[in-house]
């Protein structure tokens, strides 16, 4: 039986990098950011995303571990 941990951990960090990548190469566009008060969201949630996915893996992998 698989662990839903596992999916739910790859698809968040995946998807952290992805929006990590794209606000790090989106920084110096400062229209870009006027909505949000100057700040990168993009790299703020891939951030958060990234972290989610791997608590999520790490507690995947530590429960296989146990088994």
């Not at 960090?13 to 950011?33: D, R």
């Not at 995303?49 to 893996?57: E, Q, R």
């Amino acid at each position: 039986m698989v662990d839903i941990r596992l999916p739910i951990g790859l698809m968040f960090s995946i998807f952290g990098i992805l929006i990590t990548g794209y606000g790090l190469m989106t920084i110096s566009n400062t229209e870009m950011y006027q909505k949000s008060l100057n700040i990168n969201v993009n790299i703020a949630m891939g951030v958060v995303m990234l972290a989610f996915g791997l608590i999520m893996l790490f507690f995947a992998r530590r429960n296989k571990n146990n088994k």
